[in-house]
């Protein structure tokens, strides 16, 4: 089954940073642009970054100057470091193929992988 896989999520205190991992089951990551996204208890599922193989990335406004994607082919996996998180980012975070249209990120699959919870708490 042709998949993204998220990892890296956990909790951390107001302030505090994680690394999310993405990884492909099954294919190569390498030439697919890839996209993290969140979803909030109860709210839609949000694009928050979108890195192209070429090497540009774009991010949402509230992840600017805070979130940094990177990419490692040789390890298959695609990365989202993240700072100052605050308690409003809490969130099940998932890595998908994606695009950047119109200022929102945009998922390519209708059917998400599997996710990883990023908990902030004091």
């Known amino acids: 089954q042709l998949q993204f896989v998220a990892s890296g999520g956990g909790t951390v205190q107001p302030g505090g940073s994680l690394r999310l991992s993405c990884t492909a089951s099954?294919?190569?990551?390498?030439?697919?642009?890839v996209g993290w996204f969140r979803q909030a208890p109860g709210k839609d599922f949000e694009g928050v970054s979108v890195e192209h193989p070429e090497g540009w990335i774009y991010y949402v406004e509230a992840g600017k100057g805070r979130w940094t994607s990177t990419r490692d082919n040789a390890k298959n996996t695609v990365y989202l470091q993240m700072t100052a998180l605050n308690p409003e980012e809490p969130a099940v975070y998932y890595c998908s193929p994606a695009t950047a249209e119109g200022g929102r990120i945009m998922p390519k699959w209708k059917s998400w992988g599997q996710g990883t919870q990023v908990t902030v708490s004091s």
């Open positions: 099954g294919f190569t990551l390498e030439n697919f642009e």
